[in-house]
Nanobody
Framework: HVQLVESGGGSVQAGESLRLSCAASGYSYGSFCMGWFRQTPGKEREGVAVIGFGGVTNYADSVQGRFTISRDHARNTLYLQMISLKPEDTAVYYC?????????????????????WGQGTQVTVS
């Protein structure tokens, strides 16, 4: 049973930082494409960042240079370090996992390719 549990959300002022964590269990963590998505009311869930098996990463243009995705294999944990936060970053952030993907597939950050999701954590920037 695959389980993803996010933590680290909260309310911050513009320009501040947050780090989100996602604890993963129930599968061969290292073989999965992992990612962060976000969603605001009335909008589609959008890809923010993804990381492949070997640590290669890809980011949405809107967060490039401000967000960093990383993974700790020993702790089966995914992270999203967010700096210089903007009000438009306000959203519910979701951790997601996709098994057995090529990097080409993973890098596209297509929501439908990710079969496992966490419950989400709210990030509010004012």
């Amino acid at each position: 049973h695959v389980q993803l549990v996010e933590s680290g959300g909260g309310s911050v002022q513009a320009g501040e930082s947050l780090r989100l964590s996602c604890a993963a269990s129930g599968y061969s963590y290292g073989s999965f494409c992992m990612g962060w998505f976000r969603q605001t009311p009335g909008k589609e869930r959008e890809g923010v960042a993804v990381i492949g098996f070997g640590g290669v990463t890809n980011y949405a243009d809107s967060v490039q240079g401000r967000f960093t995705i990383s993974r700790d294999h020993a702790r089966n944990t995914l992270y999203l370090q967010m700096i210089s936060l903007k009000p438009e970053d306000t959203a519910v952030y979701y951790c997601a996992a996709a098994p057995s993907q090529t990097w080409r597939q993973c890098s596209r950050m297509t929501r439908g390719d990710f079969g496992y999701w966490g419950q989400g954590t709210q990030v509010t920037v004012s």
